[in-house]
């Protein structure tokens, strides 16, 4: 059984930075993915970042350049480091893991909180 466990929200000001950290436990093989989501109020569910096991990863445009986004395979840990933070980054963030031989994002952490004030 996969699990995530998300840490690091809170809220600061705009233009402040955090760092989200999501530890992972029960997987077992190799070729996942690894990946941020955010959910804001009244506002769909978006990918924030996503991270293969070879490293490769995809930032989504909204917040490239700002953030960045790592993983530890041996630590099974996933961290997003979030600078330059705007109001509209406000939103609850969650980790989630794609397992090798699935189009889909099977594996969801509760989310951790995140909000900007201007």
């Known amino acids: 059984q996969v699990q995530l466990q998300e840490s690091g929200g809170g809220s600061v000001q705009a233009g402040g930075s955090l760092r989200l950290s999501c530890a992972a436990s029960g997987i077992t093989s190799s070729g996942f993915y690894m990946g941020w989501f955010r959910k804001a109020p009244g506002k769909r569910r978006e990918v924030v970042a996503a991270v293969a096991s070879d490293g490769y990863t995809d930032v989504a445009d909204s917040v490239k350049g700002r953030f960045t986004i790592s993983r530890d395979n041996a630590k099974n840990t996933l961290d997003l480091q979030m600078n330059n933070l705007k109001p509209e980054d406000t939103a609850m963030y969650y980790c989630?893991?794609?397992?090798?031989?699935?189009?889909?994002?099977?594996?969801w952490g509760q989310g951790t909180q995140v909000a900007v004030s201007a």
């Open positions: 989630a893991v794609r397992p090798p031989d699935s189009d889909f994002y099977t594996y």
